[in-house]
């Protein structure tokens, strides 16, 4: 029964998004959020200049709509029928946290895409403002964790699973290490949506994979959410994938960053995040290292362009062939993380 529930929430969450992006093209056309291309991209991305930025608006609508209309049906409705729900009663408190620190990174990246679009501020933000921004908002949540997990007689607010290890206790050291993963991973997320279609095809099977593992945990309410990326995702990817009518913007890409951490967080698994997420850490080792190889080297370059997906399009690689080969990593490295969960707990 849950798995009907999880689809109907996909299917919704898809129309919405497509309807929203059907809609919002043409507007955003009109207001003209055009994408700029910077000279330090490679030089045949200048036929994408003037595509529609600030998309990621219609994927967040369809997604927040689904989880709005369908979390508390499926809790009523579950009541109303004495069905006995799986989770925690505070496991609502950390879903809506997730959800709110996803709108927040959202909110961020859409002010970044204003002062670039709007305000033709082509950098957006500076790095620094993005930081705090994001440390703060990192930190808000994980003090809402702290309180949810403190509130569950048993529950350590500093521990998290590992498979094969079972429940670990961090002690201090994981609110350090859960706001440097919780920010590194909404950017790098960000530096994935580079190309078309490769942010989002990436975060759709990223999504099945985390939905699989909330179904596995008996997380209705969190495969409802996991759910709703998905159909948000596929919703958008029809518009996205090459060549893109719409770019998501940093509104899209640091919402779905937020999201996938607060999914992996509320599984208290956030060691799932650079394993189902392989991609987004390669990418941005890869513009680490070059960055590190450049300054070491005095000017020469470990890739031919960074983030990696630059570098295989220098490389003669089309786009659409990077977004299959990315994918594919994706889902090899999903279906790693759901064996060392059903063999290592």
Known sequence: MSSIWVLVVTFFSL????????????????????????????????????????????????IILSIIIFMPMYYFLSVRNNVRLQEPPLMMLKIISGILMAL????????????????????????MQKLIMQFLVAG??????????????????TST????????????????????????????????????GLCTSITFFVSIFFMLIASFFCMINLSIVAGALLGGCFGFLMFNIHPAQVFMGDTGSLFLGGLICAIAFTINMPILLPIIGAMYVVEMFSVILQVIYFKATKGKRLFKMSPLHHHFEMCGWSEIKICIVFDMVTIIFGVIAIASIIFGL
């Open 15 to 62: 129309f919405i998004t497509y309807f929203c992006a059907k809609k919002a093209i043409p507007y955003l056309h009109k207001l003209k959020y055009g994408q700029t291309i910077l000279e330090i991209g490679p030089s045949w991305h200048k036929k994408k200049q003037g595509t529609p930025t600030m998309g990621g608006i219609t994927f967040i609508i369809g």
């Open 104 to 127: 927040a990174y959202g909110a961020i990246g859409f002010l970044d895409d204003y002062v670039k679009v709007v305000k033709k501020r082509n950098l957006g933000l500076t790095a």
């Open 140 to 157: 808000i949540y994980l003090l809402l964790l702290y309180f949810a997990e403190s509130m569950q007689k048993g529950n350590s607010a």
């Open 161 to 196: 699973i590992v498979p094969f290890f079972g429940r670990i206790n961090l002690g201090i050291f994981y609110w350090l290490i859960a706001a440097v993963l919780i920010v590194g991973m909404v950017n790098a997320v960000n530096l994935t949506d580079g190309i078309d």
